[in-house]
């Protein structure tokens, strides 16, 4: 049901048990995977996440980077008929967005549907400026926000080879 999006009860032809069985056996797995992975992945970065992930970024090149931002659009089949208008994506039919921040070894520290939120606080010095808000590292899709850093597609040139 989770991996191919499946009603309960189209699983009873492939594994031969009924539709309450199925519902009741999703949700303890969910629980389950909730009580052993809460304390340690499913939680927002505490201060020392931060000043890991800040490190890692500045030995990479990125100096105050928390991580990067990609999302994407999942076509919302039973999306109600009033809200169909404010969810219509460019295809012009309702979409939801999914976000997703991923720092270097692909920790997913966030991911959410709606609109973006804002980073935690981290501090760091760029070339003599301190900074006092970390950023994610995006592509050109996104609006210039002081939280998300757009790319340079194939820099021409030393110039263009910075980033900030």
């Known amino acids: 049901m989770l991996a191919y999006g499946l009603p309960a009860d189209a699983t009873d032809e492939y594994i031969k048990i009924g539709e309450s069985t199925t519902i009741e056996s999703l949700k303890r797995f969910c629980r389950a995977v909730v009580e052993v992975f809460a304390e340690r992945y499913l939680r927002s970065p505490n201060a020392n996440d931060v000043a890991r992930l800040l490190h890692v970024g500045e030995q990479r090149g990125f100096p105050g980077m928390l991580g990067s931002l990609d999302c994407m659009h999942w076509k919302w089949k039973n999306c109600p008929t009033a809200w169909a208008g404010q969810y219509a994506g460019r295809s012009g039919s309702p979409t939801i967005i999914l976000e997703v921040v991923a720092d270097y070894d692909l920790w997913i ?33 996104y609006p210039k926000w002081s939280t998300l850093v757009q790319t340079i597609r194939d820099p021409r040139g030393p110039k263009k080879n910075y980033l900030l």
């Open 109 to 141: 520290w966030h991911a959410f549907f709606g609109l973006p939120g804002i980073s935690p606080p981290a501090h760091y010095i760029i070339q003599g400026k301190e900074y006092n808000m970390g950023y994610y590292l995006a592509d050109g899709i």
